[in-house]
Antibody, heavy 122, light 109 residues
């Protein structure tokens, strides 16, 4: 059974960098046709895809966040991580990691981590 | 860019009701449309992918249909555990876009 678990600071100061780690169990992040992804959900409840890292190690990002986001991985620990720099209050959200399943031109997310709340505040 | 609209934004229903939610894409997206259920304080859970395929273990009272620009999600016999928010999601690769609909909250009438 594949499981994902987010970890990282719950509070980040404005203009600093938000850093989160997703630890994966039950699957190897460098095998298969999967995109390991970060998704966030603000208080307004809308879900926003942040970016992903493929099993090959190639990352791609939401164009609206691309200038501030880096997604990387540590295959020895079976983890992938998110860095979002120059944060503002608008980046306050619940951050989820999820496995993106690729099939015939479609991608869906299953499973998801439980999510972690990150609040940007001074 | 492809925009996803979802309606209604909320609805009230009773146990046993048939509930229908629609998701519309601003341009044709074939069948690249997925549906999720999210309960309060939990992560979204995949219910349907490719517009109409139920994920493993998902109850048969859930169904999806559609292709192109118009999609429908139906709960045929609403159960107490189905009160939640439902989201549609689209993937497009030219340009790369992963977009969620704004959600439909199903609550108790």
């Amino acid at each position: 059974q594949v499981q994902l678990q987010e970890s990282g600071p719950g509070l980040v100061k404005p203009s600093q960098t938000l850093s989160l780690i997703c630890t994966v169990s039950g699957a190897s992040i460098d095998r298969g046709n999967y995109y390991w992804s970060w998704i966030r959900q603000s208080a307004g409840k809308e879900l926003e895809w942040i970016g992903r890292i493929y099993t090959s190690g190639t990352a791609s990002y939401n164009p609206s966040l691309k200038s501030r986001v880096t997604i990387s991985r540590d295959t020895s620990r079976n983890q992938f991580s998110l860095e979002l720099n120059s944060v503002t209050a608008a980046d306050t959200a619940i951050y989820f990691c999820a496995r993106g399943v690729v099939w015939l031109g479609n991608i869906w997310f299953d499973p998801w981590g439980q999510g972690t709340l990150v609040t940007v505040t001074s | 860019d492809i925009h996803m609209t979802q309606s209604p934004s909320s609805l009230s229903a009773s146990v046993g009701d048939r509930v229908t939610i629609t998701c519309q894409a601003s341009q044709g997206i074939s069948r690249n449309l997925n549906w999720y259920q999210q309960k309060t304080g939990k992560a979204p859970k995949l219910l349907i992918y490719d517009a109409s395929t139920l994920d493993t273990g998902v109850a048969s009272r859930f169904s999806g249909s559609g292709s192109g620009t118009d999609f429908t999600f139906t709960i045929s016999n609403l159960q107490p555990e189905d009160f939640a928010t439902y989201y549609c999601q689209h993937y497009g690769n030219l340009p790369l876009r992963i977009t969620f609909g704004p959600g439909t909250k199903v609550d108790v009438k």
